[in-house]
């Protein structure tokens, strides 16, 4: 097991990116959803929780096969995504997710053409948990997960700059470049060196990261990748919400749950129209170990 906490600060307050991040994520799935890759979203829903109160459940799918290095597609089928559930209640939000393949030939359920899901031998003891909290400060927090399962678990403490802190050229876009971005609708912005310092207002996201890959190995190895993966997609997603804050600003929580709901719907279609013709055209995975039937 790896852990780690990463702190990434937004020149927002933690009001403002309610919106700002319901936002991001739709926008941001609907942009690196192409040719059957990306984010199908199966559910989303208010939910209450005895302890948490009311919130949101979200259940999606996430095809990356092709986004994997080489040395993992060589392990992997090539048709499986991964299963994320998140329970929003914001400010506090908790998320995983699993493996799950799928065999093109399978019996269909009753309700539907979809295939049969099962969960894969070839990864047996693999998992992400993320628990998120944000507060209005710089990131001073070290307290922020006391009440945490994991609280007394040796972690590092990540730092995430999202203006300094390189990202990966593919994701690069010179307008979300927030060291030279300006925000017209709130005047914030450019970000300089050292901005977390002076800026006002400031928020933390504060992500406590677990990842599980229990195979003697490559448990190491894939523990450390799941982890760059994953600080890779916080940074682009904190850089994104940011840089768009003049798209979403001016909504409330209704206007961007309307935003949210379209931009599933169309990104479900790119994902899914994709998805049945590779399916229809790929070789069986009969000769992959399976176990385990998920419950649909």
């Known amino acids: 097991m790896l852990l780690k ?14 919106i700002g991040q319901l936002y991001m994520i739709s926008k941001h799935s609907h942009e690196q959803s192409d040719r059957g890759e990306g ?15 009311q919130g949101q459940f979200t259940e999606k799918r996430v ?10 597609r060589a392990v992997v089928p090539n048709i499986f995504y991964v299963t994320e559930k998140a329970w929003n ?6 998320t995983g997710l699993t493996v799950v393949c799928f065999l093109p030939s399978a019996p269909t359920r009753p309700s539907g053409p979809a295939p049969v899901e099962y969960t894969c031998s070839f990864l047996p003891k693999f998992s992400i948990h993320i628990e998120t909290k944000y507060e209005d400060n710089k990131g001073s927090n070290d307290n922020i997960f006391s009440e945490s399962e994991n609280k007394d678990q040796e972690r590092e403490v990540c730092f995430v700059d999202i203006a300094y802190d390189e990202i990966p050229e593919r994701y690069y876009k010179e307008s979300e470049d927030l060291r030279y ?31 599980k890959f229990e195979v003697w190995g490559l448990q190491t190895r894939v523990e450390q990748f ?27 929580l209704d206007d961007v749950r309307e935003y949210e709901k379209s931009m599933h719907e169309q990104t479900n279609i790119k994902v899914c129209h994709e998805q049945q013709e590779h399916s229809t055209n790929s070789p069986s995975l009969d000769d992959i170990e399976i176990h385990d039937k998920v419950s649909t």
Not at 11 to 18: A, D, N
Not at 228 to 234: A, G, T, Y
């Open 226 to 252: 799941v982890h760059k993966v994953v600080r890779d997609v916080l940074l682009l997603g904190h850089r994104q919400a940011f840089a768009w804050v003049d798209e979403w600003i001016d909504m409330n």
């Open 5 to 18: 906490e990463y702190r990434i600060c937004m020149p927002l307050t933690v009001e403002e990116y309610r």
């Open 63 to 72: 095809y990356l096969n092709s986004k994997l290095p080489s040395w993992a």
């Open 39 to 53: 984010v199908e979203v199966v559910q989303n829903e208010p939910f209450e929780d005895p302890a948490h109160g």
């Open 181 to 211: 971005f300006k925000s017209e609708k709130t005047s914030r912005g450019m970000l300089q060196e050292g901005w977390r310092d002076n800026q006002e207002p400031i928020m933390c996201s504060y992500k406590l990261v677990t990842v």
């Open 89 to 94: 209640y914001y400010p506090y939000t908790i």
